[in-house]
DNA sequence: TCTAAACTTGACTATTTTACTATGGTATAT
DNA sequence: ATATACCATAGTAAAATAGTCAAGTTTAGA
């Protein structure tokens, strides 16, 4: 059970706009620069970004991205459903009545597969952006 | 942010045999068949959970496995400590000083990930094997 | 004693997911 | 003009997952 770059990397570069931001665009550029992710790799994790209006964009020279809401009012959770970065616990489709092998019943460890999601995600649902811009002191980058 | 089948189906496993034991070794012939799991998958699982003695084996025929104790006292964390179906958050090596971008420092988002580590592993120690047992109703495979 | 049930081990492989890269654009400040 | 930066889609290498295969050993029971 791992977390994917792709969360990750969509997280850090928004604390980066968040920290970074006096108001002008920031560009995927310095994010990729500052944070040490792939140019490329970013520009496809704010499209998704860009679409879900967690950003909006500046085109042109000295253009970049800006962040739609003040950092305290996006929440981890937000970021995830934007990239697409889904927890997924248990082994069966939800909405099925079918269990995770095939029968026709939710499986033993059904219900615990979903505490443990809704226990991942509250978590989620907690913690903004501001969360991780309050704390900079020198021992970050 | 997805749960692997190999812990998914420790755990199952488990629970069936937490289930229907009745102080008789469970042949994971029966495991497979009554929960839909791959024989030769469970045998690869289960030598790594009689290796961390989370079950004992009894060879030879109307042999199998039962547990080393009480549902109670089995944990999901030992479970999943013991198949390696290990929880990552973080980019980074733990150990390392240096960050998930090979940068010197901690990034920006190291806290956050290790908090949601922390939260997610306390779920894990606080539930054992007889929380799935307790309720079996008819529900349930 | 024979045999079938069941555990044991290590190597191997197909599939899927992840983590990018490549290419070829369009928009705009200077 | 032109450099900078966003935009979009397709492709791909590497890693992880989810198994399978092969070749055993052990032991209860007929
Ligand atoms: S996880 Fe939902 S039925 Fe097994
Ligand atoms: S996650 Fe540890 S340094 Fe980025």
């Given amino acids: 059970m791992k977390l994917s770059t792709k969360g990750r990397y969509a997280v850090m570069a928004l604390a980066d706009i968040a920290k970074f931001d006096d108001n002008n665009p920031v560009s995927l550029r310095d994010i990729s620069l500052r944070q040490g992710i792939s140019l490329l ?12 209006q967690i950003v909006e964009s500046v085109r042109g020279s000295n253009g970049g991205y800006k962040l ?3 950092p305290d009012q996006i929440k981890i959770s937000n970021i995830f459903s ?36 809704l ?11 501001s969360d991780l811009v309050k704390g900079k002191n020198e021992n970050r980058v």
């Avoid at 790799?41 to 879900?52: A, D, P, T, W």
């Avoid at 990239?83 to 997924?88: D, F, H, M, Y």
């Avoid at 226990?119 to 952006?129: A, D, R, S, T, V």
């Fill in 82 to 117: 934007a990239v697409q970065e889904n927890i997924k616990t248990v082994g069966c489709k939800k909405e099925s009545k079918k269990g995770c092998n095939g029968k026709s019943a939710k499986c033993i460890t059904h219900n615990l597969w979903d505490e443990l999601e």
């Fill in 41 to 52: 790799y970013l520009e496809q994790i704010f499209s998704m970004l860009k679409k879900n």
């Fill in 68 to 70: 739609t809401k003040s």
């Fill in 119 to 129: 226990h991942i995600n509250e978590f989620f649902n907690k913690k903004n952006l």
